[in-house]
């Protein structure tokens, strides 16, 4: 794998914009999209089973959408010992952290009313697991964990077939063991436009999360409104910031493990050592070369590491030596943070229990990793005894008036009369 050795000068806003810009712009797809969709909504299955085949089982056979229970047993049963224990364990840990982040109904007292902030599952949701690639079993632990602990009543896994016409049979397993309600085969923007609208086969959704390709990640987009999104999933990135003494091999693992995604992953490695540089460009150097390439960049301090990685707002983050873990609670802008020499972003992925679906492409700016608010909806509850209600109308009537709504005023109005007052404040 290749390296750049680059040195920060300047704004650290200014070397985010330049390394982001190292990324290979997406193509448009707009359009191609937008007639998957339409003739999704308008044929229904047989849209969906024709893009199939063009896109995905080109030679295989056209097996049903829906896939039966016992072939998802069947696939449960065939896992390795091996694979099996890890789905397991990384089942019992993400569903653990996905408790911890629920929140409690909460009353609050305002003046002599109360509000309480409730929260409720969506009914139904659809986790989108890629292809293409590799399977992805874990990206199915990674979306239906935090829908099953969010309440969600019925989840939906779709995955496109290889060109056997099936789904993987690792991930199918894994769909039995995490507990969906129905496992799909499809893929592409017309697996979008189904979940989002419905069809004979597969039924509408109320929230579409869960990576994809750039067609899925635009069909995301433009059903978005129809259904709710957890975000739009580009490429992976991963920075990596070391000071001290520490040991480059291990981190030069964790930039080639994420290049593994694809030559459009943007891995970077930061430090005030020029000489902890030179030892980490080594290590990553004596890998294969895969066509990605990782960029190492000097900085003066800690502080100029830190700033450097709130700009560019990385997927994931791995803070390595005493000075830099230190200043963790500074590091507030990434999707996951990774603390210690022994915390590989690779753990992440798999079995921490933190969820492996994060904002990329410097969206951990306003965006946050999948979690059961995704499949949640917040809504209030408004409870205002009579005694309460004259001041408050005596307060609003006139803002409400000043608005042009009369109406609003007199409603508010009417519980003074109810109670015992006969005189509209103005």
Excluded: W
Excluded at 17 to 46: C, F, K, M, T, Y
Excluded at 65 to 78: G, I, Q, Y
Excluded at 193 to 200: D, S, V
Aim: proline letters at 6%.
């Amino acid at each position: 794998m290749r390296c750049e050795l680059l040195s920060l000068r300047g704004d650290p806003v200014v070397l985010a914009a330049q390394l982001r810009s190292l990324v290979p712009a997406s193509q448009s797809v707009s359009e191609q999209v937008s007639e998957i969709i339409s003739a999704v909504r308008a044929r229904g299955d047989h849209a969906v089973l024709e893009y199939t085949r063009k896109f995905d089982t080109a030679e295989g056979e056209l097996l049903p959408l829906r896939v039966s229970d016992a072939e998802l047993e069947a696939a449960a049963e065939r896992l390795r010992p091996a694979v099996r224990r890890g789905l397991l364990e990384a089942l019992e840990n993400v569903q653990r952290v996905s408790v911890a982040a629920l929140r409690a109904d909460r009353t609050v007292r305002v003046g002599g009313h109360e509000v309480v902030l409730r929260e409720a599952p969506l009914e139904t949701a659809a986790v989108y697991v890629p292809g293409g690639r590799a399977p992805y079993p874990s990206t199915v632990v990674m979306g239906v964990t935090p829908a099953r602990v969010a309440g969600v009543r019925a989840i939906a896994v779709c995955a496109p077939p290889g060109r056997d016409g099936d789904v993987d049979p690792v991930v199918l397993g894994a769909c039995r063991l995490a507990g969906a309600s129905v496992v799909y085969r499809m893929g592409g923007a017309q697996a979008v436009a189904a979940l989002a609208y419905g069809t004979a086969s597969v039924a509408a959704v109320d929230v579409i999360v869960g990576p994809g390709n750039l067609y899925v990640q635009e069909a995301k987009r433009q059903v978005f409104g129809q259904v709710a999104i957890d975000g739009f999933a580009g490429p992976s990135d991963l920075v990596v910031i070391a000071t001290g003494e520490v040991d480059p091999a291990p981190l030069a693992l964790d930039l080639l493990a994420q290049a593994e995604h694809g030559t459009g992953t943007l891995v970077i490695g930061i430090s005030p050592s020029r000489e902890l540089l030179g030892r980490l460009r080594a290590s990553i150097e004596q890998a294969p070369d895969t066509g990605a390439v990782a960029r190492l960049v000097q900085v003066r301090d800690v502080d100029e590491a830190l700033a450097a990685a709130q700009a560019l707002a990385p997927e994931h983050l791995q803070l390595v030596g005493e000075e830099v873990e230190a200043r963790a609670r500074s590091a507030t802008r990434a999707g996951s943070v990774f603390l210690g020499a022994a915390a590989g972003t690779a753990f992440g992925d798999y079995i921490a229990g933190s969820n492996h679906i994060l904002p990329t492409g410097g969206a951990a700016r306003f965006a946050s990793a999948l979690s059961p608010s995704a499949f949640r909806r917040a809504y209030t509850e408004v409870r205002i005894p009579m005694s309460s209600a004259a001041a408050l109308a005596g307060a609003a009537a006139p803002v409400a008036r000043a608005e042009g709504f009369e109406l609003h005023a007199r409603s508010m109005e009417a519980r003074i009369r109810n109670n015992g007052r006969d005189e509209p404040h103005r």
